[in-house]
């Protein structure tokens, strides 16, 4: 495919980079360890707490002990959620067991494996309506699970000497258009270092507004196609939607200069 770099960012896990790592690379494609955590962020203004996605980016060496020791727990917390959730669809009349979803996502299932399930016993037609009927914060099912908030996701990665970095920045922005510079403010408060620029989903106009925002707070800037298998089937992992993605290789370069502030 032409890569020379690929990040494994799963959420609230280092297994995939783990198998990764223990296998040979091959030949010119580095392989940079990183994790996508669910956080919740509580602004000044709001008396609801919403769900925030928070990459961490291990550019010089992997996470300590004590990070992999914290996301056993968080584990655990999506266990627990999954166990409800289930429950939760059963009382709608929806048959859709844990164990089906189990099945397909192992020892870290997640709401994308519940949505295959939904698919493939018709209750929707697609991963995107399994999600918006059933599954997102606002949908019937959805059942809250622990998450640690904004400020200590960014701590935790700090602390284990990652740069933490908001991802797909324009799925949070888009629903409060006019306080974009607030919560991006509040979020360098709590210790916010990157924000990514590039993305699958971003037009041109709206990574370069990123850009535009990453330079006038001091940001670091990363990039990912954010490719999920067949859950997200027209991103192609490296290449984004139909080609829209060249993420160059000094993006990678700068992020590994960039300051680790713990």
């Given at each position: 495919?032409?890569?020379?770099?690929?990040?494994?960012?799963?959420?609230?896990?280092?297994?995939?980079?783990?198998?990764?790592?223990?296998?040979?690379?091959?030949?010119?494609?580095?392989l940079?360890c990183?994790?996508?955590?669910?956080?919740?962020?509580?602004?000044?203004?709001?008396?609801?707490?919403r769900?925030?996605?928070?990459?961490?980016y291990?550019?010089?060496?992997?996470?300590?002990?004590?990070?992999?020791?914290?996301?056993?727990r968080?584990?655990?917390?999506?266990?627990?959620?999954?166990?409800?959730?289930?429950?939760?669809?059963?009382?709608?009349?929806?048959?859709?067991?844990?164990?089906?979803?189990?099945?397909?996502?192992?020892?870290?299932?997640?709401?994308?494996?519940?949505?295959?399930?939904?698919?493939?016993?018709?209750?929707?037609?697609?991963?995107?309506?399994?999600?918006?009927?059933?599954?997102?914060?606002?949908?019937?099912a959805?059942?809250?699970?622990?998450?640690p908030?904004?400020?200590?996701?960014?701590?935790?990665?700090?602390?284990?000497?990652?740069?933490?970095?908001?991802?797909?920045?324009?799925?949070?922005?888009?629903?409060?258009?006019?306080?974009?510079?607030?919560?991006?403010?509040?979020?360098?408060?709590?210790?916010?270092?990157?924000?990514?620029?590039?993305?699958?989903?971003?037009?041109?106009?709206?990574?370069?507004?990123?850009?535009?925002?990453?330079?006038?707070?001091?940001?670091?800037?990363?990039?990912?196609?954010?490719?999920?298998?067949?859950?997200?089937?027209d991103?192609?992992?490296?290449?984004?939607?139909?080609?829209?993605?060249?993420?160059?290789?000094?993006?990678?370069?700068?992020?590994?200069?960039?300051?680790?502030k713990?």
């Amino acid at each position: 495919m032409g890569l020379e770099a690929v990040a494994i960012s799963d959420h609230d896990t280092l297994a995939g980079y783990d198998y990764a790592a223990a296998e040979p690379i091959p030949a010119g494609i580095e392989l940079v360890c990183a994790i996508e955590l669910s956080t919740k962020l509580r602004t000044r203004n709001s008396s609801r707490a919403r769900t925030v996605h928070l990459l961490g980016y291990f550019l010089r060496s992997g996470p300590s002990s004590e990070f992999r020791q914290w996301l056993v727990r968080l584990q655990e917390s999506r266990r627990d959620r999954n166990r409800r959730l289930a429950d939760r669809l059963q009382s709608l009349g929806v048959d859709v067991s844990l164990a089906e979803a189990e099945e397909l996502g192992g020892n870290l299932t997640g709401r994308p494996h519940f949505a295959k399930v939904l698919v493939r016993k018709g209750y929707v037609s697609t991963i995107q309506q399994a999600f918006d009927v059933y599954l997102d914060e606002s949908a019937k099912a959805y059942v809250d699970r622990l998450e640690p908030s904004f400020a200590e996701g960014v701590e935790r990665i700090r602390a284990s000497g990652g740069l933490p970095i908001l991802p797909h920045p324009h799925r949070l922005f888009q629903h409060e258009p006019g306080n974009t510079d607030l919560l991006l403010r509040e979020m360098i408060d709590r210790g916010l270092q990157g924000i990514e620029a590039y993305h699958s989903e971003h037009s041109p106009r709206q990574a370069q507004y990123l850009v535009t925002l990453a330079a006038r707070y001091g940001l670091a800037i990363s990039g990912g196609s954010d490719f999920h298998g067949d859950v997200k089937p027209d991103v192609r992992l490296g290449t984004g939607i139909n080609c829209n993605l060249c993420i160059q290789r000094e993006i990678l370069e700068k992020l590994r200069a960039w300051p680790v502030k713990s």
